[in-house]
Each structure stands twice: as structure tokens, then as C-alpha cells.
């Protein structure tokens, strides 16, 4: 099994926070569900799961994901379908790591981004190392929507992945760039 495929992102759209801080359940948007599920297809992960307590949102996912799979869209565009095949809407980060536990047999370590730095923060260059140190065990990589994660999600961390910068002051990436680029500093050649 390769180092992507011991690994899942999910996409968590509650807990987070707004821009004042205050806790949010954000909007799925269409573009993350297909771009990140490309992403995630294209090295090779082994689930991407889309995070909302909101009903309404993950009958969305469903039935995109459905669209794709099943119906008219799975043979206009084959490739897309192989993408959105990773996709599983969760009503919260327990029951993705649950998915993960039934499915694998193993308790997934949790690693959590962000875009500010904190302390204790791990180095792409490390985490390559720990997801090579161990090739039995699974990962969840956390993506926060929304102004990020709460403290409480952070607090469920075994890892924090340090923050992609692009050496200048600005860092607000959209989370589907962002999966984007550390897929490729993980796990690309």
C-alpha cells in the first residue's frame, strides 16, 4: 500500500469559525467537492470525506456525487467519476474516523492545518517522514472552511501540519488550492 492511499482528507465544515471568531457551520461548495476529489484521485488518497452536520448539505454532496457515479455524468466524463468515487459525506469528524476504523481496522491519526503558524507545528519534510516511519497505520488530514478550525478540532490533533507559505504576507489560499499544494509537497515526485 502506498503512503497516499493510507491517507484521507476530510473537508470540515463545522466546527469552524467566521471571521469574528463566532462557531459556524459553512456552505458546501461545488467547486471543493470536484477539485479537491481531483486532487485527492490524482495522488492517490484513500477517502475524501465532506464534514457538515447540515442535512440538506450532504443530500447535496449525495446527489452530486450520485450524478457522477450513476448517473448522466458518469459517461460524459469517466475521469471525473474515478475522482468523485473517493467522496463520503460524514455528519461529523467522529464518524469519518469511525468510516476509517471499520474500514481499516486502525484508529486514524489526526492531522490538522492551518494557515497561521503555531508552535509544534510539523514540517512537510517531516510528515513525509512519519507517514513513511509506520506503513500500517492511517491518517486523516483535517481542512478547515470558514476563517478555520476550532480550538477543539486542533485540540483532537496528533499532528499540526505547518502552514503552506508563499514567502510574503498574504496566506489566505481556498482550501481546495491549498489541498491542492500539500498533496503535491506529500506525496508528489
Known sequence: ??????????????PVL?????????????LDIHD????????????YYIVTPVQEQRKLVDKIRTHWLE?????????????LELIQSENSLADALADIETRTGK???????GAAGRPNSVSFEQMK?????????????????GWG???????????LLEPIS?????????VRSAAAIMLDRLFGR
Do not use: C
Not at 467566521?18 to 461545488?30: G, I, S
Not at 479537491?36 to 477517502?47: L, V
Not at 514567502?167 to 489560499?173: A, I, K, S, V
Open 1 to 14: 500500500m502506498s503512503l497516499a492511499e493510507r491517507l484521507s482528507i476530510a473537508l470540515i465544515h463545522y
Open 18 to 30: 467566521d471571521k469574528n471568531k463566532d462557531l459556524v457551520a459553512t456552505a458546501v461548495t461545488n
Open 36 to 47: 479537491i476529489a481531483r486532487s485527492g484521485r490524482t495522488f492517490g488518497i484513500a477517502r
Open 71 to 83: 448517473g448522466w455524468g458518469s459517461t460524459y466524463n469517466p475521469k471525473r467519476k474515478m475522482a
Open 107 to 113: 484508529k486514524a491519526k489526526v492531522v490538522v492545518t
Open 129 to 145: 517522514e512519519i507517514l513513511a516511519s509506520d506503513p500500517e497505520q492511517h491518517y486523516l488530514l483535517l481542512l478547515g472552511t
Open 149 to 159: 478550525l476550532t480550538e477543539e478540532v486542533f485540540n483532537q490533533g496528533d499532528y
Open 166 to 174: 508563499g514567502g510574503g504576507d498574504y496566506n489566505h489560499l481556498s
